[in-house]
């Protein structure tokens, strides 16, 4: 079954799993399986008047529309590709007095789409939108009742003279947004910045380790290729971060999606055993010692969450290095309850510009996390970027051009060549390259000069830290 430039999927039944997706040729790494653009699509409330409605770019200055007083667009040219899907919105949202919420806004999109284009299978889309999963059965009460709330404000919304649905429709537009809405990213790929529908990667089941990989690039999802696929094979993709045990990683999936993962890496719990690894040697800790540092653990993360939030980044330092000195007597160095402090700290320390530091334990924690990803994996190829960059600034150019070269090497696969942050990381890997260079052939004057251009240039400040993972696939509230 392929339809408009999809003849290199198809659908299938998935045993045990309902519908997925499977290859109708063979992929390599990095190879794109699909573009595909949003069925229908939209800004996140918080984030309206600093992205752009149609390309979901951040923009300094954005261009707003001038009937509804509430979209924003890069220039004229979005403005223009928007009409069609904004021009009942804005004058909804005129008659309405305000914008209701981004839920309520898909809805209206989807059903609008539907209204226009009719229910039957959309151009390009292997599956209706109306044959999609919602699991509103599965819905536990405060879910209901949230379903409820967005009917009502959604009836609110609609037009009286637009197409009317039924109650029991709209309810599965909802249900469908609430478990297959995927999250849209910023350029750069490292804000969430918009939720859309996206029916065909819809289609693609979980795995915690996939063969596929999804990345928002230019105004469009695409599915990537990780591994080497043959035709036949399941295409798959992670709802969910790899980095966890097991356990968590199945109740986060049935909590959210409603399934019980089998993939082998849940049943046969694999890397679970280096995920709680405890330092081995003659001065093996106690169980009662481990527990106690596991404990100590969790309780420093939520303080540091606090902190975070107020900003108190010299107390997220603090308890880090406090944390560490506990943890490091005990904890292997693949432990993940080491790892999340050790990614915090680097990143804490690079943003207060403590590169030295910042460098040792970004070099930990890639070390820790090489042993544990998928070697294609996107939060991977992010993270040893990350500590190329602090070793950059640290002025260690040798480990710093090394570590942006690997993840080069990884992002090329999971965003591509064409990505924004991919051609930001091939100017690094460039300039590195020319600073390793003359680094070896006069130490003494590399550091004479980085000295003097860091007296001329003040240095390039990190990016404040976020309070928030990187993207994850699919948008659900929590």
Known sequence: MTKGGMESVEVFTAEGKGRGLKA??????????FAEPAYAAVVFDSLTHVICHTC???????????????AYYCDRTCQRAAWLNHKNECSSIKRHGKAPTENIRLAARIL?????EGSGLAEGCLVPIDE??????????????????????????????CQQFGMQFISHIFGVISCNGFTLSDQRGLQAVG???????????????????????????????LSKISPGDELTVSYVDFLSLSEERRKQLKKQYYFDCTCEHCKKQLKDDLMLAVKTGESKPS??????????????????????????????????????????????????????????????????????????????????????????NAQLGMAVMRAGVTHWHAG????????????????????????????????????????????????FMYYKMREAALKNQKIQVMPEPSNENAPSLFHKKE
């Not at 609008?112 to 226009?116: F, G, H, I, L």
């Not at 859309?196 to 290729?225: S, Y």
């Not at 975070?308 to 406090?322: F, I, T």
């Not at 990884?410 to 260079?437: A, C, N, Y």
Request: charged letters at 30%; one cysteine or more.
């Open 132 to 161: 999609l999963q919602n699991h509103v059965d599965s819905f536990g009460d405060e879910e209901r009742k949230e379903l409820r709330a967005d009917v009502e404000s959604f009836l609110e919304f609609w037009p009286p003279h």
């Open 396 to 443: 260690l150019i040798e480990a710093g051009h090394g570590l942006i070269c690997k993840a080069y090497a990884i992002l090329l696969i999971t965003h591509g060549p064409s990505h924004p942050i991919t051609k930001d990381l091939e100017v690094m890997r460039v300039q590195t390259e020319m600073e390793l260079r003359m680094f070896q052939q006069n130490e």
């Open 56 to 70: 979901f770019k951040r923009q300094e200055r954005l261009h707003r529309c001038g009937q509804c007083k509430f």
């Open 287 to 376: 169980a009662d010692m481990v527990k106690e540092v596991i404990q100590l653990s969790k309780d420093t993360l939520e303080k540091i969450n606090k902190a975070r939030m107020e900003g108190n980044y010299h107390e997220v330092v603090k308890l880090c290095r406090e944390c560490l000195k506990k943890q490091e007597p005990v904890l292997g160095d693949t432990n993940i309850y080491l790892l999340r402090i050790l990614s915090i700290a680097s990143e804490v320390l690079s943003y207060l510009q403590m590169f030295e530091e910042a460098a040792d334990y970004a070099k930990r924690m890639v070390d820790g996390y090489l042993k544990i990803y998928h070697p294609n």
């Open 24 to 33: 109708q040729k063979e992929f390599l790494p990095g190879d794109v399986i």
């Open 112 to 116: 609008w789409k539907m209204e226009r």
């Open 195 to 225: 939720v859309g529908i996206f029916p065909n990667l819809c289609q693609a089941n979980h795995d915690c380790w996939p063969n596929c990989t999804v990345v928002f690039n230019n105004g469009k999802i695409e599915l990537r290729a």
